[in-house]
């Protein structure tokens, strides 16, 4: 149950009713990776530097936009009440004033509210008073809609899988899926340990431990993963950016077959190998066909990308006699604005430009971000996983269907199409292999192993990560 007021004089609040203790939904707001979790994805927004911790004069630093434009955002904690409320103010930044009242208020057994107050004046007030509605009644609505969506969700997951605290290794962990991966861990208390190529002052804030790693020359300090619960494996070049030179697929194929092959060395030497080892695949494994409607038991298929995952999980199956659970995710495209194919395709629909691809009858099958993080958890602790796994929503649709979906959410008009044929005069092979190929498939060992997606179709799920609506209920 939600509560949204806006008052006259520059406040809003919004109030949500939540299955779990204020003193749950307190510390929860604590932990290292929280403040990642709640930015919005649609938002051109990055933290500086988190927090250390909720306390009194504490800072965070933000930066609000696109370089070179952006506003850099300077706000501290204040009148921190362990599990019960704490309050952010703005140092500096977009407005000329702001403060931030979180408030948690027990209702009952394992029942809370959890309260957001804004108070906030912008620059020229006098000029801005008529604006102020538009300007930020209806940013902040979307904005804290969203937020209070991924802490009901975030909560509800961390405690279905019970709350031992894990330790978690990831490569790939810079990347989109990786940092998000890392923080929603985090966010549950776990111990992340954060493998990647080259350690940046950014990456720091969302691990417990960084590892530098570099898998072309097998160099790796694999004492760092004895002890692990669990590794999940995403590293990988991305096969988005470029065009496909012949020196692009190499750095394709030897970016996965190589990194999973040190990998599958370095498990091997540890005297505990982990518990579970979930390893990101794709469902460029079957290829592109047609109407079939694929699952786990189809065959591969054939293009580049085929060849890639082939591959990929042939060197995966190679982690079979490390004596580990192995679960391998073939994953679809990932929808998440801040990252990776929804974030480019989005610009030129934000500029209403947007259309169909060819003629809009080839089948994307999808998964949200947020319904990612969960089966990946699942995967890593629910013990009847094993095996390939699709990692997909149980609705494919069509691109003509999605790019309505899309508009929809984007508020925006969807009327140019791109033809196939200056589609492939554009991007090259990646045409055929990502833009015009047809990969119908569906999710049945996740779903009979009782995962459940919180956004099975693309009208909810698109609509959710652009602010339009919300994640209601838990019970």
Not at 428 to 438: N, Q, V, Y
Request: aromatic share 8%; hydrophobic share 40%; glycine share 8%.
């Amino acid at each position: 149950m939600k509560s949204v007021r806006n008052y006259p004089d520059n406040s809003f609040e919004l109030s949500s009713e939540l299955p779990f203790s204020a003193e749950e939904v307190f510390n929860w707001h604590t932990r290292k990776g929280t403040i990642y979790r709640l930015l919005p994805p649609w938002e051109p927004v990055s933290i500086i530097e988190a927090a250390p911790s909720i306390s009194d004069g504490a800072k965070a630093k933000f930066l609000i936009g696109w370089p070179p434009f952006a506003i850099s955002w300077l706000a501290e904690h204040y009148k921190v009440v362990q599990g019960k409320s704490f309050n952010d103010r703005q140092l500096h930044g977009p407005f000329a004033s702001w403060e931030h009242n979180h408030t948690f208020i027990e209702t009952g057994s394992n029942r809370s509210i959890l309260q957001d107050t804004i108070k906030y004046r912008l620059p020229f007030h006098l000029l801005s008073h008529h604006l102020e509605p538009l300007l930020v009644y209806n940013q902040l609505k979307r904005m804290f809609n969203y937020r209070h969506s991924v802490t009901l969700s975030d909560l509800s997951a961390h405690a279905q899988y019970g709350n031992k605290p894990l330790k978690i290794a990831i490569t790939g962990a810079t990347g989109g899926i990786g940092s998000s991966l890392s923080s929603f861990l985090l966010s549950g208390n776990h111990q992340v340990l954060a493998i990647s190529r080259s350690i940046r002052p950014s990456s720091t804030q969302l691990a417990s431990t960084n590892i530098q790693w570099n898998p072309n020359k097998g160099e790796f300090n694999s004492s760092a993963l004895e002890g692990c619960d669990g590794i999940v494996h995403l590293a990988g070049a991305s096969i988005a950016q470029g065009r496909w030179t012949p020196e692009q697929k190499r750095r394709i194929i030897e970016s996965r077959v190589q990194s999973t092959k040190t990998l599958a060395t370095w498990i091997r030497s540890l005297n505990q190998p982990p518990k579970v080892i979930v390893c990101a695949s794709a469902i460029g494994f079957y290829g592109s066909r047609g109407d079939e409607i694929l699952d786990e038991k189809s065959s591969s298929g054939t293009g580049f990308l085929a060849q890639v995952c082939k591959e990929w999980e042939d060197e995966i199956q190679r982690l079979e006699n490390c004596g580990s659970r192995i679960v391998t995710l073939r994953i679809g495209t990932v929808l998440n604005p801040a990252h990776g194919a929804l974030s480019t395709l989005s610009i030129p629909f934000r500029l209403g430009l947007g259309g169909k691809i060819g003629n809009g009858k080839q089948w994307m099958s999808w998964i949200s971000l947020p319904d990612l993080l969960r089966l990946i958890y699942h995967a890593l602790s629910d013990e009847r996983m094993q095996g390939v796994v699709n990692a997909v929503s149980p609705e494919s649709v069509t691109n003509a269907v999605f790019t309505q979906a899309l508009g929809n959410a984007l508020k925006r008009p969807t009327l140019l199409p791109l033809p196939a044929v200056v589609t492939r005069i554009l991007f090259g092979e990646i045409a055929d292999e990502l833009l015009l190929s047809s990969t119908r498939v569906t999710p049945s060992v996740a779903l009979a192993r009782g995962f459940k997606f919180e956004l099975a179709q693309i009208d909810a799920a698109l609509t959710f990560l652009y602010g339009r609506k919300a994640i209601t209920s838990k019970d």
